[in-house]
């Protein structure tokens, strides 16, 4: 079994990033990826990062599944559209994409979104690559304030950051890290000797970001296959099977 834990629907009209959900199935079924977290693009409207994914998870169920991509800039408002989000919509998770509203990880209203996601049971997805804003020692000082909240790496530090990545992995207990985009088989490795397999987590960023060139990247790590197991499906299938109140 295999579930991806990071891709994105969004229609994106006449652009190569544009993203309907029956581009992301094919790219899944060429994988063998039997279930997606979806979610819109940084910046994207209330309208794609709640409401439009929450229609195409219901059309597409079981193969997908939705997570909330917000702005910790609207306050209140972002953390009721939270938690509407898990409650009424049944959504997985929260993503957060500070180069698109550039506000640092660390931020209080970042930390009130983030607390609001750990006060839910569930976690939240960060970019977390090689711009500011995402660096992954950016991301630790968030961590560190808000250790009941699961913090996933996205891209776990991009093309130049890796080493960092898994140094605030090995810090921060409350941190997991996720492949995809970040270009090293033998870093997907490191990872798990370093945190263990419990600990990182298989992710396309399709469709940007070809499934089956990301599955094979952590077939080429050099993992067992109960190692491989846990990073495909097993952890994510921990993560949201221990939601409060399931």
């Known amino acids: 079994m295999i579930i991806d834990s990071h891709t994105h629907v969004q229609r994106v009209p006449e652009s190569f990033w544009d993203s309907p959900p029956e581009r992301l199935i094919a790219l ?130 991009g093309y130049f950051h890796v080493e960092d990545a898994i140094a605030v992995a090995r810090e921060c207990p409350n941190v997991i890290l996720e492949t995809s985009a970040m270009p090293y088989p033998a870093v997907i490795r490191k990872a798990v000797m370093a945190i263990g397999s419990k600990r990182v987590m298989y992710a396309s960023d399709g469709p940007g970001c070809v499934p089956v060139l990301e599955v094979e990247k952590v077939r080429l790590a050099g993992l067992s296959e109960e190692e491989q197991h846990d990073l495909f499906f097993r952890n994510y299938m921990r993560l949201h099977t221990t939601r409060k109140g399931i």
């Open 28 to 157: 899944m079924d060429e994988a063998g990826v039997d279930k997606s977290a979806i979610m819109s693009y940084g910046g994207a409207p209330r309208e794609a990062a709640v409401d439009y994914i929450h229609e195409v998870v219901k059309k597409f169920h079981p193969r997908l599944a939705g997570y909330a991509n917000l702005d910790p800039r609207e306050g209140e408002k972002a953390i009721e559209l939270l938690r509407s989000a898990i409650n009424d919509m049944g959504f997985d998770g929260l993503k957060l994409h500070p180069v698109a509203y550039e506000l640092h990880p660390s931020h209080p209203q970042s930390i009130a979104i983030l607390k609001a996601a750990g006060e839910l049971g569930v976690p939240a997805l960060f970019h977390c690559g090689d711009e500011d804003y995402t660096l992954p020692l950016q991301l630790a000082c968030a961590a560190r304030l808000v250790p009941e909240t699961i913090m996933i790496l996205g891209h776990m530090g």
